[in-house]
């Protein structure tokens, strides 16, 4: 008999992928709260596309329609603007720019504060002060008011407001990947990788950023929300993006007009921010149980429990 037919069948191990997406089936705060943004994204790179037209036409016979009218067009079931143009239709429409805002303002700040962070955290004191005292500078300032102070003298373009936004949140990302690095820069592998002669750019970006690299995306996603606030935010004061552009925050500051006699107009943007806020915050929530080794067994055992 071989020695093949003495061994027993093992089950193959599951991908990562498929762990994951495991772990998130067994939490279905965070798996409902997916789909919800993966809808979102549908509509902020499509909706344009279908419906921008729809969203701008002028119908006066709507005007101020009252939501929940079945007997109407499917793009009136949240009622009409003040123009009569459907609200679903530009709720999905203005869900680019909000999102396109957020993301650039995000990546960015990810961007540049995490390799400022790696490299104030790895390199020289000297320059490492440097950089920090550059990230102290830009915190002494109200990241909401140095919005205000910059758009107010620049023109309220969708650049300038994710520029803007990218440079007040640069300090998260630095502080957090700088005292990562501190600490990861001192394990084993590093310094095997150091004594081996490997260069600093390699040891940073080969060994440290992929340790640090899932914290930093963790608080992303929780960023995300903040920054899409902050937008929302601005355009309602009216320093953001202006007409005929169009934003979930615009559509809440042109709605609060009409609050007594078409709640509708202000309440259905307000209702998208919030959804997508808490979204993004469950989802962190889950990423960070997820991708945290010590703390990933609360998700597995769920299956477990459940099996």
């Keep these: 008999m071989a020695n093949s037919d003495l061994v027993p069948d093992t089950p193959e191990a599951p991908s990562?992928?498929?762990?994951?997406?495991?772990?998130?089936?067994?939490?279905?705060?965070a798996f409902v709260s997916v789909l919800f943004l993966l809808v979102v994204l549908f509509c902020a790179l499509f909706g344009p596309l279908l419906l921008e037209d729809v969203a701008t036409k002028q119908n006066l016979r709507g005007r101020n329609a009252p939501p929940f009218d079945f007997s109407a067009n499917w793009l009136y079931w949240l009622?009409?603007?003040?123009?009569g143009r459907p609200l679903l239709a530009r709720i999905i429409v203005a869900a680019q720019n909000t999102i396109f805002v957020a993301a650039g303002a995000v990546f960015f700040s990810l961007t540049i504060g995490t390799s400022l962070g790696l490299i104030a955290g790895y390199t020289s004191k000297t320059l490492s002060q440097v950089i920090m005292r550059l990230a102290d500078i830009i915190m002494s300032f109200p990241s909401l008011l140095l919005a205000v102070i910059v758009l107010f003298m620049l023109d309220s373009s969708v650049?300038?407001?994710?520029?803007?936004?990218?440079?007040?949140?640069?300090?998260?990302?630095?502080?957090?990947?700088?005292?990562?690095?501190?600490?990861?820069?001192?394990?084993?592998?590093?310094?095997?990788?150091?004594?081996?002669?490997?260069?600093?750019?390699?040891?940073?970006?080969?060994?440290?950023?992929?340790?640090?690299?899932?914290?930093?995306?963790?608080?992303?996603?929780?960023?995300?929300?903040?920054?899409?606030?902050?937008?929302?935010?601005?355009?309602?004061?009216?320093?953001?993006?202006?007409?005929?552009?169009?934003?979930?925050?615009?559509m809440v500051a042109q709605g609060r007009s009409y609050l007594t006699t078409a709640w509708g107009l202000s309440f259905w943007p307000g209702l998208a921010i919030i959804l997508t806020t808490l979204s993004l915050n469950l989802l962190s929530n889950w990423m960070r149980t997820a991708l945290d080794p010590a703390q990933r067994w609360r998700l597995e055992n769920v299956r477990t429990k459940n099996g």
Excluded at 16 to 29: E, G, I, T, V, Y
Excluded at 79 to 83: H, R, S, T
Excluded at 177 to 182: G, K, M, N, S, V
């Design 16 to 29: 990562p992928s498929a762990q994951l997406l495991r772990m998130l089936w067994n939490d279905k705060f």
């Design 79 to 83: 009622g009409g603007d003040a123009l």
């Design 159 to 250: 650049f300038n407001l994710v520029i803007v936004l990218a440079i007040t949140r640069i300090p998260v990302y630095l502080r957090t990947a700088r005292a990562e690095t501190l600490e990861v820069r001192e394990r084993m592998f590093v310094q095997a990788a150091r004594v081996m002669g490997a260069s600093n750019r390699r040891i940073i970006f080969r060994h440290i950023l992929p340790v640090v690299f899932p914290t930093l995306v963790t608080i992303a996603t929780l960023d995300f929300a903040f920054v899409m606030l902050a937008e929302s935010s601005l355009s309602f004061l009216g320093i953001g993006i202006q007409p005929p552009e169009i934003t979930w925050g615009l």
